[in-house]
């Protein structure tokens, strides 16, 4: 079985699946007031109907085993890790079939918001240090029943994430 390296989340090497802000370390241009910073529009998702934020729990699996991944194809998806780093794997879009030696792992610190482009391979994200992961999911209301493409791998399309 394959294996793919957890790496370090870096803004080029994310670029081809999204963008990612950490919220809690916050720089750039900021207005400012007499008490606070304010930092507008760091990270700009586009949906064009109500929109809802939807807590995910994830377990803590024996092995960082992928069996399935899944993609939206009309809309971008927020995720922001809220209790734990998270390792989120992602591959660019393929015609709508999976093409897993292309994909890639990235440790996601805590608090950061992550957007991924339409039509990236993903699935949910894995704890990085605890028995579980408690993520902010942002999504167009019902985009899991009606644009949520998720494939089962074939055996040799399965893969590893590993540190």
């Known amino acids: 079985m394959r294996t793919i390296k957890i790496e370090k989340l870096t803004k ?5 699946y ?12 900021s207005l400012d007031g007499a008490i606070h910073s304010f930092y507008p529009d760091r990270v700009v998702g586009y949906f064009d109907k109500p929109v809802g ?3 995910l729990v994830v377990k803590k699996p024996s092995e960082m085993k992928i069996t399935q991944v899944e993609y939206h ?3 971008n998806e927020v995720i922001i890790p809220l209790d734990d780093d998270m390792i989120l794997h992602v591959a660019e879009p393929s015609g709508g079939k999976p093409i897993t030696d292309k ?3 990235f440790l996601v610190p805590k ?3 992550v957007k991924l482009k339409a039509c990236i391979w993903h699935l949910a994200p894995l704890p990085a240090k605890k028995d579980s992961l408690t993520a ?3 999504l167009p209301e019902c985009t899991y ?4 493409v998720v494939v089962d791998l074939k055996p040799e399309e399965q893969y590893l994430l590993v540190k």
Do not use: Q, R
């Not at 080029?12 to 081809?16: D, L």
């Not at 950490?22 to 241009?29: Q, R």
């Not at 029943?145 to 949520?148: A, E, K, L, P």
């Open 12 to 16: 080029t090497a994310f670029a081809p």
């Open 18 to 29: 999204g963008e990612y802000y950490t919220m809690t370390k916050p720089d750039g241009h």
């Open 53 to 55: 934020f939807s807590p």
């Open 73 to 75: 194809t009309t809309t």
């Open 103 to 105: 994909t890639k792992a």
């Open 111 to 113: 608090n950061t918001v």
């Open 136 to 138: 902010l999911i942002v």
């Open 145 to 148: 029943i009606n644009d949520c």
